[in-house]
């Protein structure tokens, strides 16, 4: 055992060195937090549910608390790196692992072309005609897109390892500027009125309310789970990963909530005389630049062009690490090319990293504006937290002797609460979001069927992915095609409209019940979970020992 300035390196004995603290840990979940979603998030919850946009941030931060309550005994009891992907497997097998580490990785590589979009919509105050009236890139933003996309992928290759080093003051200047941002706005311009303006509190009631959770609110809080991803590096996972996942959660909500205030406080009421649609002007997508320069605050203006850069790049290059444990997850797994997994001179995964460029590309077209994107990345998102209740119900059954360092009070309760949390904002967010989703995740199945294929022509499946333990897919198949259903038929961007508000909320809480204790049955045998724990503990520590060499 050595020591660092923060106390002494545990190594686990095969290679993986627990080197990250508790303040590293936090900072890892509170890095990926505030990024772009500070920038535009006010903006979109405002539009969908006026004044009342503040109860979309409560109640998203209830619901993240939530999952990260699920994810910290996770994470603590089985602290194996890409962990969002690999719990899954624990429980349900590898085809489980799969579809969990699919999704997750689809979320992952769209959050750089997310940033990207965030920026421009800023830049766009300087350099007109990069976005248009509704938001979507123009001809010339797309190629400005395209090559920032470059310059982050650049600095992704090249700059991972300091940026890492100096992550802790990057996180320090993304919380300072909104935390700057709220406290002048309200000494400066301050509109109680505002709250009540544009049809009453609630204007759009409590639909709106529920509809701004998939419009830029879930997205700014999404990210917490980072520490989680660092469980097979974490000194002491036992006592800092709750307090890490539950502390980034808790400051995230406080400034988001702080600016939801501070920004709808600030608007011009004459603004909000004929509703919510354009507090701030028709087009316009920079929402606290275009305050700041209509108080006057040119200083606040410069500060706040210069983090919609920080802002953004300092999230998309956290999630490198991230995209590098998932694609080393399914990779490793025999799941995926062992290509994905090849590393440059300087220990960066440079194949996955230009195959998260191309597809990023791809994603501006179907996607051309944050708020479209946003929503596909959050709905992508909670299905991979979706897995981590059922996954610790599962394996509290299948595996009750293991310790549990931090052990989830009432677990019987929070798990499938947070479970259905999880489905509702899946469908809050919409149909035409849903669809596009479920064609992704069909795709990665099919990749993963002609993959198998040819790996069973070349007799190269690894030992550990034969059995794909296919009857998980008895209750993820039903689970994804029910809240499929319910989102084409319900009440946020249907196919059709048919069954009746609260009675669609009822209802998807009364399937995620279904699918939560129909999961829960289908755990895999004890032994099998051992023996699966002890697999994965090691495929991790090799994964991190070869990112280190």
Same mark, same amino acid.
């Given at each position: 055992?050595?020591?660092?300035?923060?106390?002494?390196?545990?190594?686990?004995?095969?290679?993986?060195?627990?080197?990250?603290?508790?303040?590293?840990?936090?900072?890892?979940?509170?890095?990926?937090?505030?990024?772009?979603?500070?920038?535009?998030?006010?903006?979109?919850?405002?539009?969908?549910?006026?004044?009342?946009?503040?109860?979309?941030?409560?109640?998203?931060?209830?619901?993240?608390?939530?999952?990260?309550?699920?994810?910290?005994?996770?994470?603590?009891?089985?602290?194996?790196?890409? %962990?969002?992907?690999?719990?899954?497997?624990?429980?349900?097998?590898?085809?489980?692992?799969?579809?969990?580490?699919?999704?997750?990785?689809?979320?992952?590589?769209?959050?750089?072309?997310?940033?990207?979009?965030?920026?421009?919509?800023?830049?766009?105050?300087?350099?007109?005609?990069?976005? &248009?009236?509704?938001?979507?890139?123009?001809?010339?933003?797309?190629?400005?897109?395209?090559?920032?996309?470059?310059?982050? $992928?650049?600095?992704?290759l090249l700059g991972v390892a300091f940026l890492a080093e100096t992550n802790r003051? $990057?996180?320090?200047?993304?919380?300072?500027?909104?935390?700057?941002?709220?406290?002048?706005?309200?000494?400066?311009?301050?509109?109680?009125?505002?709250?009540?303006?544009?049809?009453?509190?609630?204007?759009?009631?409590?639909?709106?309310?529920?509809?701004?959770?998939?419009?830029?609110?879930?997205?700014?809080?999404?990210?917490?789970?980072?520490?989680?991803?660092?469980?097979?590096?974490?000194r002491n996972p036992q006592r800092d990963m709750p307090r890490a996942l539950i502390?980034?959660?808790?400051?995230?909500?406080v400034i988001y909530l702080a600016l939801e205030v501070a920004f709808i406080g600030?608007?011009?009421?004459?603004?909000?005389?004929?509703?919510?649609?354009?507090?701030? %002007?028709?087009?316009?997508?920079?929402?606290?630049?275009?305050?700041?320069?209509?108080?006057?605050?040119?200083?606040?203006?410069?500060?706040?062009?210069?983090?919609?850069?920080?802002?953004?790049?300092?999230?998309?290059?956290?999630?490198?690490? $991230?995209?590098?444990?998932?694609?080393?997850?399914?990779?490793?797994?025999?799941?995926?090319?062992?290509?994905?997994?090849?590393?440059?001179?300087?220990?960066?995964?440079?194949?996955?990293?230009?195959?998260?460029?191309?597809?990023?590309?791809?994603?501006?077209?179907?996607?051309?504006?944050?708020?479209?994107?946003?929503?596909?990345?959050?709905?992508?998102?909670?299905?991979?937290?979706?897995?981590?209740?059922? $996954?610790?119900?599962?394996?509290?059954?299948?595996?009750?002797?293991?310790?549990?360092?931090?052990?989830?009070?009432?677990?019987?309760?929070?798990?499938?609460?947070?479970?259905?949390?999880?489905?509702?904002?899946?469908?809050?967010?919409?149909?035409?979001?849903?669809?596009?989703?479920?064609?992704?995740?069909?795709?990665?199945?099919?990749?993963?069927?002609?993959?198998?294929?040819?790996?069973?022509?070349?007799?190269?499946?690894?030992?550990?992915?034969?059995?794909?333990?296919?009857?998980?897919?008895?209750?993820?198949?039903?689970?994804?095609?029910?809240?499929?259903?319910?989102?084409?038929?319900?009440?946020?961007?249907?196919?059709?409209?048919?069954?009746?508000?609260?009675? &669609?909320?009822?209802?998807?809480?009364?399937?995620?019940?279904?699918?939560?204790?129909?999961?829960?049955?289908?755990?895999?045998?004890?032994?099998?979970?051992?023996?699966?724990?002890?697999?994965?503990?090691?495929?991790?520590?090799?994964?991190?020992?070869?990112?280190?060499?």
């Open positions: 055992m050595s020591t660092t300035a923060e106390g002494p390196v545990v190594t686990t004995g095969t290679g993986l060195r627990r080197t990250v603290g508790f303040s590293a840990l936090m900072f890892i979940s509170l890095g990926s937090i505030i990024g772009s979603g500070w920038l535009l998030g006010a903006l979109t919850a405002a539009k969908s549910a006026g004044g009342a946009s503040i109860l979309s941030w409560v109640l998203a931060g209830v619901i993240v608390i939530l999952l990260a309550l699920v994810h910290a005994e996770l994470g603590s009891t089985y602290p194996v790196a890409g %962990g969002t992907a690999r719990y899954p497997r624990l429980a349900f097998g590898s085809i489980a692992g799969f579809a969990a580490g699919w999704v997750g990785w689809i979320q992952a590589v769209a959050i750089a072309p997310i940033e990207v979009e965030a920026a421009l919509s800023y830049l766009d105050h300087l350099v007109h005609g990069l976005v &248009d009236d509704n938001g979507n890139l123009t001809g010339v933003g797309f190629l400005l897109a395209a090559a920032l996309m470059v310059l982050f $992928t650049g600095i992704n003051i $990057t996180v320090l200047w993304k919380i300072a500027i909104p935390v700057l941002t709220v406290i002048v706005l309200v000494f400066v311009s301050f509109h109680g009125s505002n709250f009540t303006a544009g049809g009453g509190f609630a204007p759009f009631g409590a639909h709106g309310v529920f509809a701004a959770l998939p419009l830029g609110v879930v997205f700014a809080l999404q990210g917490f789970e980072q520490a989680a991803q660092m469980g097979g590096e974490a502390g980034a959660v808790a400051v995230g909500v600030a608007l011009d009421p004459a603004n909000l005389a004929g509703g919510w649609a354009d507090p701030i %002007g028709k087009g316009d997508f920079g929402p606290y630049v275009t305050i700041a320069g209509a108080l006057g605050l040119t200083w606040l203006s410069i500060l706040l062009y210069v983090d919609a850069f920080i802002s953004p790049a300092g999230t998309g290059l956290v999630y490198v690490a $991230t995209s590098a444990r998932l694609s080393y997850a399914l990779s490793q797994s025999g799941f995926a090319p062992k290509g994905l997994s090849k590393i440059s001179k300087r220990g960066i995964p440079w194949v996955s990293t230009a195959v998260a460029f191309v597809v990023g590309i791809i994603a501006f077209l179907p996607f051309p504006s944050w708020q479209s994107l946003v929503s596909l990345v959050t709905s992508a998102t909670v299905i991979m937290y979706g897995f981590a209740p059922l $996954t610790l119900a599962a394996l509290r059954r299948a595996d009750p002797d293991r310790t549990r360092p931090y052990k989830m009070p009432a677990a019987g309760v929070i798990a499938p609460l947070s479970f259905i949390a999880a489905n509702e904002i899946i469908y809050w967010s919409g149909w035409t979001t849903l669809w596009k989703l479920y064609v992704a995740i069909v795709i990665g199945f099919v990749l993963f069927a002609v993959y198998r294929a040819v790996q069973a022509s070349r007799h190269s499946i690894p030992a550990a992915a034969k059995d794909l333990q296919v009857r998980s897919l008895a209750w993820i198949l039903p689970w994804l095609v029910g809240i499929g259903v319910i989102s084409a038929l319900g009440q946020y961007d249907a196919w059709v409209t048919v069954i009746p508000e609260w009675w &669609d909320l009822a209802l998807v809480a009364v399937w995620s019940l279904v699918i939560y204790y129909l999961a829960e049955r289908m755990v895999m045998p004890r032994e099998a979970v051992a023996a699966q724990v002890e697999e994965e503990a090691a495929d991790a520590a090799a994964d991190e020992e070869t990112l280190h060499q």
